[in-house]
């Protein structure tokens, strides 16, 4: 809680500066988590006011940043470190980010679905699809076999089309060496 001789101190700030009045009395009112308490001082053209946070911090901030519908100041800086809790355990979903696997997954998603992709030509623009909505659906239908051919062929694994004008779905994928990927391409027209 604020104390009186805090507030007692701000007022008489206030009152040391004839243009210390705010524009508009937003006393009382909620933006965001942040409750409007009281106005601090004016600096330039601009209207500083006491905030309190649903988190129980006091702060200090300026009025348009708070009020403003493009203001981004929506608390005392609990928000952000929440967000920023939750959005680290919401990206550490499969924890495989960095492996090959996943790498095979983002480039057959990206060369089907990104039209600045270098390769989308020959695939997106041709119509094919990667029918897997999310990095868990690909896993679950894909990683057993993935492992099982690594142990096989060592590095030497990528995915594969059974028919090179499908889609990748898990009824039209396999695992294949680039020598097995050589023989499975499209006949060129001359």
């Known amino acids: 809680m604020i104390s009186e001789l805090t ?3 701000m007022r008489e700030r206030m009152m040391g500066n004839k243009f210390a009045r705010p524009a508009s009395d937003i006393s009382g009112k909620k933006y965001n988590r942040l409750t409007a308490i009281e106005f601090y001082k004016r600096k330039g053209k601009f209207d500083y006011w006491l905030f309190r946070c649903d988190c129980s911090n006091f702060v200090v901030y300026r009025k348009n940043n708070v009020t403003s519908t493009k203001g981004k100041t929506k608390s005392c800086g609990c928000l952000s470190r929440e967000n920023l809790t939750l959005g680290t355990l919401s990206t550490i979903t ?6 090959k696997f996943y790498y095979v997954f983002k480039t057959m998603k990206n060369r089907c679905e990104n039209p600045k992709s270098e390769k989308y030509y020959s695939y997106g623009a041709r119509g094919i699809k990667c029918l897997w909505n999310s990095f868990e659906e690909f896993k679950k239908d894909m990683y057993e ?4 051919h690594l142990e096989e062929y060592g590095r ?3 995915i ?3 028919d090179v004008n499908g889609n990748y779905c898990k009824e039209n994928c396999k695992w294949a060496t680039a020598k097995e990927q050589a023989n499975n391409k499209r006949k060129k027209h001359v």
């Open 7 to 9: 507030r007692q101190k």
């Open 94 to 99: 499969h924890g495989m980010s960095d492996t």
């Open 145 to 148: 076999s993935y492992v099982k």
């Open 156 to 158: 030497d694994t990528s």
């Open 160 to 162: 594969d089309r059974v």
